[in-house]
Nanobody, 122 residues
C-alpha cells in the first residue's frame, strides 16, 4: 500500500489548510494513521494520529487547532489545520501502521507518504 499526501500550500498566519492522504489500497488493516512534520534542520515530529476506531491523539502544539479524521470507505486520512502559525511551517508526512504504536516515535510506523509542504507566512 502506498500513501499519497496532498493539500499543502502557502497560507497567512491565522489561516486554514486541509491535508489529505489517500492510500492506494484499503486502510482497513491500518490500526493507526496520522501525520508527522519536519521543519528544516529539525527532526520529524508527531502531529496527530487516529486509530482504526476513530480515537485521535494530538501533540500539545496543535491541540485545539488541528483535527485529524479518517474515511475508511475512501481509504483516506485528513488533517484540517486552523489558526495556523509560522511555526507550523514544515513538510507534512502521512504515516500508517498495522499495529498500535507504543509511543509517538516516527520509527513506530512502517508506511509513509511522500510529504507535502505547508508554509505559513507571518
Amino acid at each position: 500500500v502506498q500513501l499519497q499526501a496532498s493539500g499543502g500550500g502557502l497560507v497567512q498566519a491565522g489561516g486554514s489548510l486541509g491535508l489529505s492522504c489517500k492510500a492506494s489500497g484499503s486502510i482497513f488493516n491500518f490500526r493507526v494513521m496520522g501525520w508527522y512534520r519536519q521543519a528544516p534542520g529539525k527532526q520529524r515530529e508527531f502531529v496527530a494520529t487516529i486509530t482504526s476506531n476513530g480515537i485521535p491523539n494530538y501533540s500539545d502544539t496543535v491541540k485545539g487547532r488541528f483535527t485529524v479524521s479518517r474515511d475508511n470507505a475512501k481509504n483516506t486520512v485528513y488533517l484540517q489545520m486552523n489558526s495556523l502559525k509560522p511555526e507550523d511551517t514544515a513538510v507534512y508526512f502521512c504515516a500508517a501502521d498495522q499495529t498500535y504504536p507504543c509511543g509517538i516515535s516516527p520509527r513506530e510506523y512502517d508506511y509513509w507518504g511522500q510529504g507535502t509542504q505547508v508554509t505559513v507566512s507571518s
